[in-house]
């Protein structure tokens, strides 16, 4: 989630200040939460059809991979694909965290685990749109704050890495033969 604010709370000011309209720069935005509408159907159609973790790790890899070029660009053609790339994506995240939460809990507890996900993310998402300004005031340029947007992202894709490489070792064991046991 600290990836995805700085773009959803500063990509309007960072439009301005690249030279667009306040106008163009609030359509960027726009694009980005109309595009998500499409995103979330699509990351929850695809967590259906292949886990939550795969399709987050999906929803991630677009939203991290798109950050840091809005910073990297002037041209407004581009800034509006980037923005429909970029809320696509973010919008699966948000869509799979709650998928994961679920997947990863045992019934009993899936209320709170969802709740305490939800939790952690709106944590990032101020921890990410803080990051975003602070940086800018104290260098009158967003590349360092976007940079630290998509450090966050790759350090996210890493912990789900983990996360795969978890769950293929746990069911690895839980399917081994036990040690001198008849068949």
């Known amino acids: 989630c600290i990836c995805m604010t700085a773009p959803q709370v500063h990509l309007i000011p960072l439009g301005i200040d690249i030279g667009c309209s306040p106008q163009t720069a ?36 677009a939203q991290t991979s798109v950050v840091f070029f809005f910073t990297q660009t002037r041209s407004i053609a581009v800034l509006y694909q980037l923005s429909m790339l970029f809320g696509f994506g973010f919008a699966g995240v948000m869509t799979c965290l709650l998928i994961c939460a679920r ?62 490489w978890y769950r293929r070792e746990r069911n690895t064991l839980r399917h081994r033969p036990v040690a001198g046991a008849l068949s």
């Open 103 to 164: 997947e990863a809990a045992p019934v009993r507890l899936s209320a709170f685990a969802m709740s305490a996900v939800a939790t952690v993310g709106w944590l990032g998402m101020g921890l990410g749109s803080y990051q975003a300004g602070f940086f800018y005031d104290i260098s009158a340029d967003y590349r360092l704050a976007f940079a630290n947007a998509t450090g966050a992202g790759v350090l996210n894709l890493l912990i789900v890495a983990v996360l795969f």
């Open 26 to 61: 609030a359509g960027l935005l726009l694009t980005v939460m109309v595009t998500a509408v499409f995103g979330r159907l699509f990351f929850g159609w695809l967590a259906d059809r292949i886990g939550g973790l795969p399709a987050y790790f999906l929803a991630s890899l």
